[in-house]
Protein backbone atom coordinates (compact mmCIF):
# COMPACT_ATOMS: atom_id res chain seq x y z
CA UNK A 1 0.00 0.00 0.00
CA UNK A 2 1.69 3.67 -0.51
CA UNK A 3 2.12 5.41 2.14
CA UNK A 4 -0.10 7.76 1.26
CA UNK A 5 -2.97 5.74 1.28
CA UNK A 6 -2.37 4.80 4.65
CA UNK A 7 -4.31 7.68 5.97
CA UNK A 8 -7.93 6.50 7.44
CA UNK A 9 -9.27 9.69 5.28
CA UNK A 10 -10.65 7.46 2.58
CA UNK A 11 -12.62 4.44 3.15
CA UNK A 12 -11.49 1.29 2.60
CA UNK A 13 -12.96 -2.03 0.98
CA UNK A 14 -11.32 -4.88 -0.12
CA UNK A 15 -12.08 -6.20 -3.25
CA UNK A 16 -10.85 -9.24 -4.91
CA UNK A 17 -9.24 -9.18 -8.62
CA UNK A 18 -9.87 -11.38 -11.29
CA UNK A 19 -6.17 -12.76 -10.97
CA UNK A 20 -7.36 -14.26 -7.53
CA UNK A 21 -5.49 -11.97 -5.26
CA UNK A 22 -7.19 -9.36 -3.02
CA UNK A 23 -6.89 -5.58 -2.96
CA UNK A 24 -8.31 -2.35 -1.41
CA UNK A 25 -10.31 -0.31 -3.19
CA UNK A 26 -10.07 3.69 -1.63
CA UNK A 27 -13.61 5.39 -1.90
CA UNK A 28 -14.20 9.42 0.22
CA UNK A 29 -16.28 9.07 3.37
CA UNK A 30 -19.49 9.98 3.19
CA UNK A 31 -20.30 13.80 5.02
CA UNK A 32 -22.51 13.68 7.85
CA UNK A 33 -25.49 16.34 7.58
CA UNK A 34 -24.48 20.30 9.01
CA UNK A 35 -26.11 20.59 13.00
CA UNK A 36 -27.02 23.59 14.73
CA UNK A 37 -25.57 24.55 18.46
CA UNK A 38 -29.22 22.78 19.52
CA UNK A 39 -28.49 19.39 17.92
CA UNK A 40 -31.36 20.30 14.53
CA UNK A 41 -30.34 19.20 11.36
CA UNK A 42 -30.13 22.16 9.15
CA UNK A 43 -31.68 22.08 5.07
CA UNK A 44 -28.40 22.36 3.44
CA UNK A 45 -26.44 20.17 0.98
CA UNK A 46 -24.02 17.66 2.82
CA UNK A 47 -21.05 17.78 -0.26
CA UNK A 48 -17.28 17.69 0.41
CA UNK A 49 -15.12 20.42 0.67
CA UNK A 50 -14.37 20.52 -2.75
CA UNK A 51 -17.50 19.94 -4.22
CA UNK A 52 -19.17 22.55 -2.10
CA UNK A 53 -16.90 25.34 -3.04
CA UNK A 54 -17.56 24.63 -6.64
CA UNK A 55 -21.79 25.75 -6.14
CA UNK A 56 -22.59 28.74 -6.19
CA UNK A 57 -23.25 30.54 -2.98
CA UNK A 58 -27.23 30.47 -3.16
CA UNK A 59 -26.64 27.33 -3.35
CA UNK A 60 -23.90 26.63 -0.23
CA UNK A 61 -25.94 28.24 1.83
CA UNK A 62 -29.61 29.58 3.14
CA UNK A 63 -30.64 33.31 2.09
CA UNK A 64 -31.76 34.21 5.34
CA UNK A 65 -30.47 36.02 8.57
CA UNK A 66 -28.15 33.74 10.38
CA UNK A 67 -27.77 30.83 8.56
CA UNK A 68 -26.31 28.58 10.03
CA UNK A 69 -28.44 28.45 12.69
CA UNK A 70 -32.30 26.63 12.50
CA UNK A 71 -34.95 28.71 12.68
CA UNK A 72 -36.09 28.14 15.77
CA UNK A 73 -32.59 29.24 17.55
CA UNK A 74 -32.26 32.16 15.00
CA UNK A 75 -36.26 33.40 15.74
CA UNK A 76 -34.74 33.29 19.66
CA UNK A 77 -31.35 35.11 18.79
CA UNK A 78 -33.02 38.00 16.82
CA UNK A 79 -35.76 38.29 19.63
CA UNK A 80 -32.87 39.10 22.38
CA UNK A 81 -30.90 41.31 19.84
CA UNK A 82 -33.97 43.32 19.04
CA UNK A 83 -35.20 43.55 23.29
CA UNK A 84 -31.30 43.91 24.39
Known amino acids: ?13 RVVVPGGKTKFHFRKKK ?3 AICSCGAKLI ?18 SNRALPNSCPKCAREILRKRARA
Not at 1 to 13: N, S, V
Not at 45 to 61: D, T, Y
Request: net charge positive.
Open 1 to 13: MKPAKRTRAQKRT
Open 44 to 61: RPSFRAIAMQKLPKVQRR
Open 31 to 33: VGK
